[in-house]
């Protein structure tokens, strides 16, 4: 790991208009520069670069930060690497801090897993250029599907021989430790303690991470005279550097290509990968027989929201594009689904169409997930209860999309292409909501009780947890609230956290039980919503507050610089927005914001979320109350909430200074 002093020397080092320019012609603008925006076609310059902050950002397409956090979008490569880069560009030695022996241990561990796939990577890239049965078995292979050398060398395909041992006794000699060769999946071991290979006579598809290492192999069974495919595969086994469900074969070569098109293609298999490469479409990623996993998601959705399920027509197919598409839209990625004529997969596909027929065909026939569901369950169905089923699978995938303004989007082309009435579909997607809250609630007081369980009597020295200052006499008796219910005053809370969430603005508060102590920006935000379990809609507010809270003791800590300078180049990116305005002024110019002005802005601002949430609670509450039919006991009930929260409504309105009609 980098030395903390040293990342911080690169981080002081770097300076935001050179490494820009190393990649964008930058012209004087004002105290800034500007110029075209490498992250999509820009054709006016829309790219701000800000010496004063050391940031830059597109107004366009909204990407940019740091001088490392450029780097990590541009070159596609993780923190670590960019600190390296840098340091490599400012002449400062890297100097990796020293580690526990815990860690040391681990790391020792991991790298040296690494080293040994990337010497089993070479051997069998080798062994299918230059050795006679690599040659005549594995590249005939490879040539019976049309694979040309040069996509051969970029995903650096390669063989491994029929004796069951070659590798395991060539990695010895070469100085490798049996326990490496174990671990990493390489080899294993029989019942009678005999070392074997676990690739013999295969082709073998190597695996990369992000940034480049080789982390698992897959290997494909031939037949002894390459006549046919025995249709078997064998992959690394888990390990210390391997999880098949966090990883997507083909990521590292496909990565830049990706964030340029803003769009990936998922496919299947190894060969429906390297046969788009070959056919000029490089942004495309498999999860290689896998279930979609959140993991998975998460590292596509760091380089692109859109993404096509490209899948066979075959019944397999179908079911994989199925089964991840609800996973998709509840992490925010807009879908578009393609199922290939019968008979064809990518691989076949590719290799009897050029690019341009390809991506004329995807243009052509990809449709929505809805359109998708419709043609996939409603196709022929006549029977009611088989329609009612199918219907209620399409607007249940309507219901996880988090965004409200893209959820209705389609909630009205639901109403339009099934002939429903739209209180219906209203009513129904609701209800899925309602019980998805509900699970979520259940399950957090499971954990709760897990975490007491686990924690009993941990309070028994009469400690006390923080409790919210006094003088906010307006509870809000909700559930915990997650939905977006105002992205742009979440945004403004947002900003103050990044700018000023280590600045004091309470001093010497008293709290109900006595005590006194200092609050932070961060540290009032969090205690004050904390108080009724209020969450921001937007999962990386809640971690990114929760992270300023956590190193708001610190000695030296600035919100500013900890979260555009973030490892999670999401965390970078936002915070960059986040610190850069519309319009920069020179720091000279720039106003100094007191104590109290702070507080104002931070009260006032707190009061508008808590009054989006109580419009948005009445209005799940009226929604229910058109659904609760004849139940008189949940109308009664229903009524009895919508008292409440009209009257803490009413109430914060006062504060506010605004007039409401009861």
């Not at 005939?140 to 995903?155: A, L």
Request: with cysteine; glycine share 6%.
């Amino acid at each position: 790991m980098i030395d903390r002093a040293t990342v911080d020397k690169i981080i002081d080092a770097a300076n935001i208009v050179d490494v820009v320019s190393d990649f964008v012609t930058l012209r004087k603008a004002g105290v800034n520069y500007k110029g075209l925006c490498p992250f999509h076609d820009d054709k006016n310059p829309s790219f701000m670069v800000s010496p004063a902050k050391n940031i830059c950002k597109c107004f366009v397409c909204g990407k940019g930060g740091t001088p490392a956090g450029f780097l990590m979008e541009h070159e596609q490569m993780g923190y670590p690497d960019a600190l390296r880069w840098l340091a490599r560009k400012y002449n400062i030695e890297v100097e990796e801090r020293e580690q526990s022996e815990e860690e040391r241990r681990a790391a020792t561990e991991r790298d040296s897993m690494y080293i040994v796939n990337e010497w089993a990577m070479k051997y069998f890239h080798d062994l299918l250029l230059n050795d006679v049965d690599g040659q005549a078995i594995g590249k005939q292979y490879f040539r019976s599907r049309g694979i040309r050398d040069d996509i051969i060398e970029k995903f650096q395909l390669g063989y491994a021989p029929q004796k069951r041992d070659a590798l395991s006794t060539t990695a010895k000699s070469k100085g490798y430790q049996e326990e490496f060769l174990v671990k990493t999946g390489l080899c294993f071991r029989t019942e009678k303690g005999e070392l074997l290979d676990r690739y013999s006579g295969r082709v073998v598809f190597p695996w990369f991470t992000v940034s480049g290492k080789v982390s698992a192999f897959g290997g494909r069974k031939l037949d002894a005279a390459t006549k046919g495919v025995a249709q078997k595969y064998v992959n690394s086994p888990e390990s210390e550097i391997y999880h098949k469900d966090h990883e997507l074969y083909g990521l590292y070569q496909a990565k830049k290509a990706i964030a340029r098109e803003d769009c990936v293609y998922m496919v299947e298999g190894y060969t429906d990968v390297i046969a788009m490469h070959q056919c000029g479409i490089e942004n495309v990623v498999a999860n290689s027989g896998t279930a979609l996993s959140i993991y998975q998601i998460k590292q596509l959705r760091k380089f692109s929201n859109n993404i096509v399920l490209l899948y066979d027509g075959d019944e397999a197919g179908i079911h994989a594009a199925m089964r991840g598409t609800d996973m998709l839209l509840a992490e925010g990625m807009n879908i578009k689904v393609l199922i290939l004529p019968d008979g064809d997969d990518p691989d076949s596909f590719a290799r009897k169409h050029t690019v341009e027929e390809f991506k004329e065909y995807i243009a052509k026939n990809q449709t929505d997930f809805i359109q998708f569901k419709m043609d996939m369950l409603l196709k022929g169905v006549t029977d009611p209860i088989k329609r009612s089923e199918a219907i209620n699978s399409i607007l249940k995938s309507v219901s996880v999309i988090p965004d409200q303004i893209i959820r209705d989007t389609y909630l009205r082309e639901c109403t339009s292409r099934l002939d429903l009435k739209e209180a219906t579909a209203v009513n129904t997607i609701n209800k899925f909501i309602i019980r998805a809250k509900d699970e979520e609630a259940k399950e957090r007081e499971r954990e709760k009780m897990r975490m007491e369980r686990q924690q009993e009597g941990g309070n028994a020295d009469g400690g006390h947890e923080e409790e919210k200052p006094k003088g906010d006499d307006t509870p809000l008796l909700l559930h915990t609230y997650t939905a977006s219910v105002d992205e742009e005053i979440e945004r403004m809370l947002m900003r103050l956290v990044v700018r000023h969430g280590e600045k004091i603005i309470i001093r010497d508060a008293e709290m109900e039980d006595g005590s006194r102590l200092n609050l932070s920006v961060a540290q009032y935000i969090d205690i004050d919503l904390g108080s009724d379990e209020l969450l921001f809609g937007n999962p990386l507010y809640n971690q990114m507050l929760a992270e300023a809270v956590a190193h708001c003791g610190e000695d030296g800590f600035e919100a500013e610089t900890y979260f555009t300078h973030h490892p999670d180049i999401e965390i970078s990116q936002l915070a960059s927005a986040l610190t850069m305005d519309d319009v920069q002024l020179s720091r000279s110019l720039e106003m100094k914001v007191g104590e109290k002005k702070l507080l104002h802005e931070v009260e006032h601002l707190i009061l508008d979320f808590r009054m989006a949430v109580i419009k948005q609670h009445l209005k799940d509450l009226q929604q229910q109350l058109r659904t609760a039919g004849s139940d008189m006991e949940k109308v009664r009930q229903i009524m009895n909430a919508m008292k409440d929260a009209q009257a803490m409504r009413n109430s914060l309105a006062q504060k506010l200074g605004k007039d409401i009609m009861v």
